[in-house]
């Protein structure tokens, strides 16, 4: 076991609240878009549109909104043209933050990006300063209630995954992005329940953080652009020992 993930944990439990709230469907409708835009509209034939339709479904999305959204990335019906754009920045502590974000209006998106950095205590910071920090990996979430560790390790192990951590109530298997379908596969097929598979990129090192100050502050930054409707995945390199994570967050 590695260390903790822990913005991999609260993003799990903001994910539920943002569902209820209904607002992530235009972040899937998107997404979907764009990757049917990129790679066409079968998803048997475009694993990042699959990806982006689970997302969407488990997420409890209208099936027509994401036909629509489809549609609308591969032309057959009209709708804006999204484009998908990565920014990098330094949050409190120097904490590094990288995002994806997919828009229709790359002026309007840099400047509220760039406010929301200014008001949160962190900074943007030119491409690559940032990007060069974080590995890509495959990624899958398998919730923690009633699951034997050390079986779905050996589960993981054995389909080509190099790693799990636990935190917050999730196990997050991860390896070389091209284990991503065979590792998912394989906890399905061993009777796991996996709530998110996706390609991702994760820190090669971690910043401390010492200060129950600072930990507010980055954790108040990555929600605000989890919130922005442009920003689909946020990755950061923070760490937070475990009891100052429970001051953070209240507990």
Same mark, same amino acid.
């Given at each position: 076991?590695?260390? /903790?993930? /822990?913005?991999?944990?609260?993003?799990?439990?903001?994910?539920?609240?943002?569902?209820?709230?209904? %607002?992530?469907?235009?972040?899937?409708?998107? /997404?979907?878009?764009?990757?049917?835009?990129?790679?066409?509209?079968?998803?048997?034939?475009? &694993?990042?549109?699959?990806?982006?339709?689970?997302?969407?479904?488990?997420?409890?999305?209208?099936?027509?909104?994401?036909?629509?959204?489809?549609?609308?990335?591969?032309?057959?019906?009209?709708?804006?043209?999204?484009?998908?754009?990565?920014?990098?920045?330094?949050?409190?502590?120097?904490?590094?933050?990288?995002?994806?974000?997919?828009?229709?209006?790359?002026?309007?998106?840099?400047?509220?990006?760039? %406010? &929301?950095?200014?008001?949160?205590?962190?900074?943007?910071?030119?491409?690559?300063?940032?990007?060069?920090?974080?590995?890509?990996?495959?990624?899958?979430?398998?919730?923690?209630?009633?699951?034997?560790?050390?079986?779905?390790?050996?589960?993981?192990?054995?389909?080509?995954?190099?790693?799990?951590?636990?935190?917050?109530?999730?196990?997050?298997?991860?390896?070389?992005?091209?284990?991503?379908?065979?590792?998912?596969?394989?906890?399905?097929?061993?009777?796991?329940?996996?709530?998110?598979?996706?390609?991702?990129?994760?820190?090669?090192? %971690?910043?401390? &953080?010492?200060?129950?100050?600072?930990?507010?502050?980055?954790?108040?930054?990555?929600?605000? &652009?989890?919130? /922005?409707?442009?920003?689909?995945?946020?990755?950061?390199?923070?760490?937070?020992?475990?009891?100052?994570?429970?001051?953070?967050?209240?507990?």
């Amino acid at each position: 076991m590695a260390g /903790h993930s /822990h913005w991999a944990g609260i993003k799990h439990k903001k994910g539920v609240v943002d569902a209820k709230r209904g %607002k992530i469907f235009s972040k899937y409708a998107k /997404h979907i878009s764009t990757a049917a835009r990129n790679g066409g509209g079968d998803p048997d034939m475009n &694993l990042k549109l699959k990806y982006a339709i689970e997302k969407a479904r488990q997420a409890n999305m209208p099936k027509e909104n994401i036909e629509r959204a489809i549609k609308s990335g591969t032309g057959e019906l009209p709708g804006q043209t999204y484009e998908e754009i990565t920014y990098e920045g330094y949050g409190p502590g120097g904490v590094a933050i990288l995002m994806n974000m997919v828009t229709d209006n790359r002026n309007r998106t840099a400047a509220e990006i760039r %406010k &929301l950095f200014e008001t949160k205590n962190g900074s943007l910071a030119q491409s690559g300063s940032v990007a060069w920090q974080f590995e890509t990996r495959a990624s899958i979430v398998v919730p923690g209630e009633g699951v034997d560790e050390e079986k779905l390790l050996e589960v993981a192990l054995e389909a080509g995954a190099d790693n799990m951590t636990a935190v917050g109530g999730i196990f997050e298997i991860t390896g070389p992005p091209e284990v991503l379908e065979p590792t998912r596969s394989a906890a399905e097929v061993a009777g796991y329940t996996v709530s998110d598979a996706e390609i991702t990129r994760v820190p090669q090192n %971690k910043v401390a &953080l010492e200060s129950p100050s600072d930990g507010k502050k980055i954790i108040a930054l990555l929600l605000a &652009l989890e919130d /922005h409707d442009d920003v689909q995945n946020v990755y950061t390199n923070y760490d937070v020992p475990e009891d100052l994570l429970a001051q953070v967050e209240g507990r």
